[in-house]
């Protein structure tokens, strides 16, 4: 069930937080003119969270952003999907990823297996093991992955009003974003990326995926977080910009996103690699230019984003939602409402 959208969607990202303030930040974001409210697999459950957003505000989108998918076998994965689409009349959407290695290992302590076949497998036993809890038929999944052969009445949770749950993975290089156009209904586009390698690795990657399995790549909505440095005046604007700084620093010191700087020719993360290895995270913000920042994020007054980011993306992505690393904060309601309308409408 593709996500197409006509027109921008803005979406609220919960932070991280016990799940139960969900309710209470989803009744803002609905007040706000949110479209929808993602939650994150970060120190809390990502889907707890949706089930008291559910109750305050039943007509935004709900969705995982993301789940990590691994830890979980998909049977789990489906029954909580499941019931989150029932809560939600049918506008829940699950957003999966697949982590690295390192956390896949160490924190799930979970098999680390090839990471892109395996969640291919994986949005596969999902569709299986739905299509069975929607009919009542048996039960049948075989996959290099993953095997489903038993679902008894006592244990399936029966039809459900809106039975296609949108699946979205996220993912940063080809193979993923391939996947995403062959066999998804969505793509969560990580926010350190850049529009020059929007166009030269993701959306041309997408298209060969859908176009291998007969469809267009508008069948699959783009969904991302874009860095937002906004304020009351030009010093909080600076500030956040700084702490963009940081946080792409941290990206650019981990291999997996390297394809983004390759892109531009940035030669600096391998200098951030070794800072990160020594503990000098209080430094690394230093070493990414501000032609980076600029690259990557939108920056200026409450009043100019909106503007700016439609400007920059055109029809390149469908969802966006602001990665403000808090800023939104010092926004009064009334400011941060507009903000949201004109990055919708422009």
């Given amino acids: ?55 305050t505000a039943p007509d935004l989108d709900l969705g995982t952003a993301i789940a990590v998918a691994f830890p979980r076998s998909p049977m789990v994965t489906a029954q909580v999907s499941w019931d989150l689409a029932e809560m939600s009349g049918g506008r829940f959407i699950l957003g999966l990823g697949t982590q690295v290695k390192a956390h896949i290992t160490r924190r799930f302590s979970t098999d680390w297996t090839s990471p892109g076949p395996r969640l291919r497998d994986y949005v596969g036993a999902l569709r299986a093991i739905w299509a069975a809890f929607q009919t009542g038929e048996r039960l049948s999944f075989e996959s290099g992955h993953y095997n ?48 020059e390698y929007l166009d030269r690795v993701v959306l041309p990657n997408m298209a060969e995926g859908a176009a291998a399995a007969g469809r267009s790549i508008d069948d699959v909505t783009r ?21 963009i700084k940081e946080q792409l620093a941290f990206y650019a010191s981990t291999p997996s996103y390297r394809g983004v700087l390759e892109t531009h020719g940035w030669d600096f993360g391998s200098t951030l690699s070794m800072m990160s290895r020594r503990g000098e995270w209080d430094r690394m913000a230093d070493v990414v230019p501000d032609e980076v920042v600029d690259a990557v994020a939108v920056s200026g007054p409450p009043e100019s984003i909106g503007p700016a980011i439609r400007d920059r993306y055109g029809d390149r992505v469908q969802r966006v939602g602001f990665y403000t690393l808090d800023a939104e904060l010092a926004l009064d309601d009334g400011t941060l409402a507009a903000m949201v309308e004109s990055t919708r409408s422009g």
Avoid: K
Wanted: aromatic letters at 12%; glycine letters at 8%.
């Fill in 1 to 55: 069930m593709p996500l197409y959208p006509r027109q921008m969607l803005v979406d609220y990202y919960f932070p991280p937080g016990p799940p139960a303030g969900a309710a209470d930040a989803a009744a803002r974001a609905r007040e706000l003119g949110f479209d929808g409210f993602f939650s994150a697999e970060t120190a809390h459950d990502p889907f707890v969270p949706l089930a008291f957003a559910a109750r």
């Fill in 148 to 195: 489903f052969s038993l679902l008894t009445p006592f244990f399936a949770p029966g039809a459900i009003p809106h039975p296609d749950i949108p699946v979205a993975i996220a993912g940063v290089g080809p193979y993923l974003s391939r996947l995403a156009g062959e066999a998804c209904d969505g793509f969560h586009v990580h926010p350190f990326h850049t529009i």
């Fill in 223 to 243: 969904i991302t977080t874009v860095f937002v440095a906004t304020g009351r005046d030009e010093n909080e604007v600076a500030t956040a910009r700084h702490r």
